[in-house]
């Protein structure tokens, strides 16, 4: 608290609003770097210094677009949890203080957000697949529609209204990040009501996880889904032979890295 501060703000409601104990991001940097100098080494101890993650930014943007593809596939047969999900942020954006809102996970705009930035083998992606597939059907649909005498509202009162919107909704969402952690509330919230267990569509292959992590964790991983002993006879293998066998002997059996996890309470 020695080099903590405050903030004075005007909020929504046009009334000050403080918030305190900030702390400059240079002075975290000093207080980390001087760890036993007073009030420097709680903060030192604390959020400071942090752990090395254990995926690069690049692999966990790409474990996060599968875990967002996976999430549009389910949501697209759920139009109760697509509503749901629009709902909450239509009604956070008018009625909670911008300060209490959530971390925006459905995009309610005009675009889908494109995975194949952050993940180049999504295309390989069953649940991509089956996003696909419904997209086309029902773009096809549109667009035969808009080159025709009736109005595309017209047209869209007579479908099923709960298939375009869970459809619509479904490829809004996004939950592509590069932090190394376990999903947020929001992404948690989301997979639970969709029952979404990320093992029905992902498993760790070459080509999705093994390659872009070191051996020490690819045997880590062995030792933990399979056993100690068979982790202990691949410690001597060059990284493509480990990558082959140890694809080999974690398929089928659904281990997951913790941010594809679905949180539970």
């Given at each position: 608290?020695?080099?903590?501060?405050?903030?004075?703000?005007?909020?929504?409601?046009?009334?000050?609003?403080?918030?305190?104990?900030?702390?400059?991001?240079?002075?975290?940097?000093?207080?980390?770097?001087?760890?036993?100098?007073?009030?420097?080494?709680?903060?030192?101890?604390?959020?400071?210094?942090?752990?090395?993650?254990?995926?690069?930014?690049?692999?966990?943007?790409?474990?996060?677009?599968?875990?967002?593809?996976?999430?549009?596939?389910?949501?697209?047969?759920?139009?109760?949890?697509?509503?749901?999900?629009?709902?909450?942020?239509?009604?956070?954006?008018?009625?909670?203080?911008?300060?209490?809102?959530?971390r925006?996970?459905?995009?309610?705009n005009?675009?889908?957000?494109?995975?194949?930035?952050?993940?180049?083998?999504?295309?390989?992606?069953?649940?991509?697949?089956?996003?696909?597939?419904k997209?086309?059907?029902?773009?096809?649909?549109?667009?035969?529609?808009?080159?025709?005498?009736?109005?595309?509202?017209?047209?869209?009162?007579?479908?099923?209204?709960?298939?375009?919107?869970?459809?619509?909704?479904?490829?809004?969402?996004?939950?592509?990040?590069?932090r190394?952690?376990?999903?947020?509330?929001?992404?948690?919230?989301l997979?639970?009501?969709?029952?979404?267990?990320?093992?029905?569509?992902?498993?760790?292959?070459?080509?999705?996880?093994?390659?872009?992590?070191?051996?020490?964790?690819?045997?880590?991983?062995?030792?933990?889904?399979?056993?100690?002993?068979?982790?202990?006879?691949?410690?001597?293998?060059?990284?493509?032979?480990?990558?082959?066998?140890?694809?080999?002997?974690?398929?089928?059996?659904?281990?997951?890295?913790?941010?594809?996890?679905?949180?539970?309470?």
């Amino acid at each position: 608290m020695a080099v903590a501060g405050a903030v004075v703000f005007i909020g929504h409601d046009g009334k000050v609003k403080v918030e305190r104990g900030l702390i400059w991001r240079e002075d975290m940097r000093k207080a980390a770097s001087n760890g036993n100098d007073g009030a420097g080494a709680g903060v030192a101890n604390g959020e400071a210094i942090k752990q090395k993650p254990v995926h690069s930014e690049r692999l966990t943007r790409m474990l996060t677009a599968h875990r967002t593809a996976a999430i549009q596939a389910s949501m697209a047969n759920r139009a109760d949890v697509a509503l749901a999900a629009m709902v909450s942020q239509l009604a956070e954006r008018l009625l909670a203080d911008y300060r209490s809102r959530s971390r925006v996970v459905v995009q309610i705009n005009m675009g889908r957000p494109n995975l194949k930035n952050d993940a180049q083998n999504i295309d390989q992606s069953r649940a991509v697949a089956v996003i696909e597939d419904k997209f086309t059907l029902w773009t096809s649909r549109v667009e035969a529609v808009v080159g025709s005498d009736m109005s595309s509202f017209d047209w869209l009162l007579q479908q099923p209204q709960e298939d375009v919107l869970a459809l619509c909704v479904s490829v809004s969402i996004n939950t592509v990040t590069s932090r190394e952690d376990s999903p947020t509330v929001e992404v948690s919230g989301l997979m639970s009501a969709l029952s979404l267990d990320m093992a029905d569509w992902w498993e760790p292959t070459a080509d999705t996880y093994l390659s872009h992590v070191g051996k020490d964790r690819i045997i880590g991983i062995v030792a933990d889904a399979v056993s100690p002993q068979i982790a202990h006879t691949l410690t001597k293998l060059k990284k493509e032979e480990l990558i082959k066998v140890a694809e080999e002997h974690l398929s089928g059996l659904r281990w997951l890295p913790d941010n594809l996890k679905k949180v539970t309470t």
